[in-house]
C-alpha cells in the first residue's frame, strides 16, 4: 500500500517495518489506519500509547469511577490536576474537528485485535514523561511552566488554522507545550526526541516479520532515522528514571522553614519570651488565617476551614506535605463529587464559573488556593521577623 504517510524500512530480507505516521484529529488518518491494517496484514502493530493511555481511550466512564480520595492519600493530585488540563485541552481539540483525539490509535487497537496480530504499546507511560519534564525544569521556571499550563485552559479564542495543522502532525502533550519549546528544551527534549528512542526501541524488539507501527507523524523523522541507522538507543530503565530533585528546590524547601525556626530561637535566646510568643501568634496569623481564607473562597466546607486554620502554620514548617491535601481531603470527604459532575468535569475545568459549582473542581480549589493564600502571609512574616530581630 503507498502512501505519502507510509515509510518502509527493510531491515532484513525477511523482516520489515512499516512507519506509518497519523494526524492525531483527522479522519483520513482513522480511515488510513484501518485500511492499511488490512491491506498489510502485519504480524504486529505497534501503538504510540501506553497502557494508561490506552484505558482512557476505551474506558468513557473513566472520571465518573475515580476516587478523588484515594489520588490524595497517594499524593497524586498534582498529577491529577495536570491530566485534567490535558484531557481538557484533548476536548477542546476534538470540538474545533470534530474528531476525538487519539481515534486513530483506537482505530489501531481496534483492527490489530481483529486481525489477530501482535499488540505493543510502544510509548512510554505519560506520568514518566510529565514526571521526568517537571524534574527536568529549572526550580525557578517551573512557575514559569504552571503558569504556561494553567493559562492554557483560559484561552476563549478559536484555534487557529496553523495551530490545527501542529495538531495533526504531533500528540496533544507535544502540541500544549511546543509554544514553550525555545523557553524550555529541556522539555522538548523529553517530549519529542526521548519518546522518539524509546518508540523506536520497542518497534525494533517487535516480534513478526512484518511489523507495521502507528505514530504521530511528528515521530516520523525520529524514529525512521534511529531504525535505518541501527542507532543503539538507550536501555528504558534509563529513559523512565525520574531525575532526582534539585537542590536549588531542597535548599528553598528546607531552608525557609529552618530559617524561621531558628528566627523563633534567637528570639526567645535575646529577646525572651514575651517576644518569642508574640512572633509564633503572628506566624500563625500570617500563615493559619490567609489559608483559612483561602479555603473559604473555594467554598470548602466548614471543617476544612477549621483544618487549615489550624495546620498550615504547621505544615508551613516541611516541605514534605502541604496543607493542600489535609483541605482538600476534608473536602472530598463530607462533600464528594456527584456522578454527574464528575462526567462534566472535563468542560467545567476551562469555565471558571464553573469551577465552584462542580463539587470536583471545588476539591482542586480547595487543595491549591490554602497554600496560595498563606504564600504572601510567609513573606510578610519574614518582614516582621527580621525587623524584630534588628530591634525595629
Excluded at 495543522?165 to 519549546?181: A, I, P, W, Y
Aim: glycine share 6%; aromatic share 8%; charged share 25%.
Amino acid at each position: 500500500m503507498q502512501s505519502k504517510d507510509i515509510i518502509r524500512i527493510q531491515v532484513s530480507q525477511e523482516r520489515e517495518i512499516v512507519l506509518l505516521g497519523t494526524a492525531h484529529i483527522s479522519q483520513e488518518s482513522i480511515d488510513l489506519v484501518r485500511e492499511t491494517i488490512i491491506a498489510e496484514k502485519p504480524d504486529c502493530v505497534c501503538v504510540e500509547l501506553d497502557e494508561n493511555r490506552l484505558k482512557a481511550l476505551e474506558d468513557t466512564n473513566r472520571w465518573k469511577n475515580l476516587n478523588v480520595k484515594e489520588v490524595l492519600k497517594k499524593k497524586q493530585m498534582s498529577s491529577l490536576i495536570v491530566n485534567l488540563i490535558l484531557a481538557s485541552y484533548q476536548k477542546r481539540m476534538g470540538e474545533s474537528t470534530g474528531v476525538e483525539p487519539g481515534a486513530e490509535l483506537k482505530t489501531a487497537v481496534e483492527e490489530a485485535r481483529a486481525c489477530n496480530a501482535n499488540l505493543v504499546l510502544a510509548d512510554r507511560d505519560v506520568k514518566i514523561t510529565l514526571r521526568r519534564a517537571w524534574a527536568s525544569t529549572p526550580f525557578f521556571r517551573k512557575f514559569k511552566l504552571l503558569a504556561a499550563l494553567l493559562s492554557s485552559l483560559f484561552e476563549t479564542e478559536k484555534i487557529s488554522e496553523e495551530e490545527l495543522s501542529k495538531m495533526r502532525e504531533q500528540d496533544t502533550l507535544s502540541v500544549l507545550l511546543d509554544d514553550f519549546g525555545k523557553e524550555f528544551p529541556e522539555i522538548k527534549q523529553i517530549l519529542i526526541s526521548e519518546r522518539d528512542q524509546f518508540l523506536a526501541g520497542r518497534i525494533m524488539k517487535a516480534e513478526g516479520n512484518k511489523v507495521l507501527a502507528v505514530v504521530g507523524a511528528g515521530h516520523l523523522p525520529g524514529i525512521k532515522s534511529i531504525i535505518e541507522s541501527n542507532e543503539e538507543t538507550p536501555p528504558e530503565e534509563e529513559l523512565c528514571k525520574i531525575p532526582p530533585p534539585g537542590k536549588t528546590g531542597a535548599i528553598i524547601g528546607w531552608g525557609i522553614p529552618t530559617i524561621i525556626i531558628s528566627s523563633l530561637v534567637y528570639i526567645g535566646l535575646s529577646q525572651g519570651a514575651d517576644k518569642v510568643s508574640d512572633s509564633i501568634t503572628l506566624w500563625f496569623l500570617c500563615t493559619g488565617v490567609l489559608a483559612a481564607i483561602g479555603t473559604a473562597f473555594a467554598l470548602a466546607h466548614p471543617l476544612a476551614i477549621v483544618a487549615a486554620l489550624f495546620l498550615a502554620p504547621l505544615t508551613g514548617l516541611t516541605p514534605v506535605v502541604g496543607v493542600g491535601m489535609f483541605t482538600a481531603f476534608i473536602q472530598a470527604y463530607f462533600c464528594p463529587p456527584r456522578v454527574f459532575e464528575m462526567e462534566t468535569v472535563i468542560e467545567d475545568i476551562w469555565k471558571i464559573s464553573r469551577w465552584w459549582k462542580n463539587r470536583f473542581t471545588r476539591v482542586i480549589l480547595a487543595f491549591i488556593m490554602p497554600g496560595l493564600f498563606a504564600a504572601p502571609g510567609k513573606l510578610i512574616f519574614a518582614a516582621k521577623i527580621g525587623k524584630t530581630i534588628s530591634g525595629g
